[in-house]
């Protein structure tokens, strides 16, 4: 007999990377940006610190809400177009037969095969035929809430992390130059990884995520600045 190949293809990975690139890319960003508002304003390192702390919880709770929130919405609509097929199927099953045969005709098959295929695939799985070619919802492509939202607050924790490493580290005077600088450093190298991961293009990717991280830090710099000096 033999042995079968699993390929590994990268769409395996669009549900976690896509949240655990979001999640780090705006946990280096707002955190940054945060840090920076506060010390262009004239703010202690104290205040500073707890601004960037507060920053972080808040940023990861929230990117887990709205991960949640948003995946579930998905999750159901798959949940209700599944089980309106259900009731589909058991009221006319010949005419889902031919809606499947119809739809690989459309993808170039003959209608004597397709009709083969179609017969043959719904008498394997029936409602898994319809979900992945009338549908579009496959396994590796389906809303998976919970690990959405844990890797969109954990991944927002650890790039939250590193502009509070080097608030913390670096002298008070040096903090307008330092966290822009290193947090645009991890924005390239974040944008770097997921470009490779998803096999973009790696100067692209860093590029992407650089700029929209600069004019978000300068922003708010200025924002702070302003603020500072009128009150």
Same mark, same amino acid.
């Given at each position: 007999?033999?042995?079968?190949?699993?390929?590994?293809?990268?769409?395996?990975?669009?549900?976690? $990377?896509? =949240?655990?690139? *979001?999640? %780090?890319? !705006?946990? @280096?960003?707002?955190? &940054?940006?945060?840090? /920076? #508002?506060?010390?262009?304003?004239?703010?202690?390192?104290?205040?500073?610190?707890?601004?960037?702390?507060?920053?972080?919880?808040?940023?990861?709770?929230?990117?887990?809400?709205?991960?949640?929130?948003?995946?579930?919405?998905?999750?159901?609509?798959?949940?209700?177009?599944?089980?309106?097929?259900?009731?589909?199927?058991?009221?006319?099953?010949?005419?889902?037969?031919?809606?499947?045969?119809?739809?690989?005709?459309?993808?170039?098959?003959?209608?004597?095969?397709?009709? $083969?295929? =179609?017969?043959? *695939?719904? %008498?394997? !799985?029936? @409602?898994?035929?319809? &979900?992945?070619?009338? /549908? #579009?919802?496959?396994?590796?492509?389906?809303?998976?809430?919970?690990?959405?939202?844990?890797?969109?607050?954990?991944?927002?924790?650890?790039?939250?992390?590193?502009?509070?490493?080097?608030?913390?580290?670096?002298?008070?005077?040096?903090?307008?130059?330092?966290?822009?600088?290193?947090?645009?450093?991890?924005?390239?190298?974040?944008?770097?990884?997921?470009?490779?991961?998803?096999?973009?293009?790696?100067?692209?990717?860093?590029?992407?995520?650089?700029?929209?991280?600069? $004019?978000?830090?300068?922003?708010?710099?200025?924002?702070?600045?302003?603020?500072?000096?009128?009150?």
């Amino acid at each position: 007999m033999p042995v079968r190949h699993k390929e590994r293809h990268r769409t395996e990975r669009i549900g976690w $990377l896509r =949240a655990a690139v *979001l999640g %780090a890319n !705006d946990g @280096i960003v707002s955190t &940054a940006s945060l840090v /920076l #508002g506060v010390a262009a304003a004239n703010g202690t390192r104290s205040n500073i610190l707890v601004a960037g702390v507060a920053g972080l919880v808040a940023g990861a709770m929230a990117m887990a809400a709205g991960e949640y929130v948003s995946v579930h919405s998905q999750a159901d609509t798959e949940g209700a177009e599944l089980e309106r097929e259900r009731t589909e199927l058991k009221a006319d099953d010949e005419g889902e037969h031919r809606e499947l045969a119809a739809i690989y005709v459309g993808r170039g098959l003959d209608p004597s095969l397709a009709k $083969l295929v =179609a017969d043959q *695939l719904m %008498a394997h !799985d029936a @409602i898994g035929a319809h &979900a992945r070619d009338e /549908l #579009g919802i496959t396994e590796t492509l389906s809303a998976r809430p919970i690990q959405a939202a844990l890797a969109s607050a954990c991944s927002f924790a650890v790039g939250a992390a590193m502009p509070l490493l080097v608030t913390a580290l670096a002298p008070q005077a040096s903090l307008i130059i330092l966290v822009p600088a290193t947090s645009l450093l991890f924005l390239a190298l974040l944008g770097a990884l997921a470009a490779s991961a998803g096999g973009a293009g790696v100067t692209v990717g860093a590029i992407r995520v650089t700029f929209w991280g600069a $004019l978000a830090m300068g922003l708010t710099a200025g924002v702070g600045a302003l603020f500072g000096t009128i009150v």
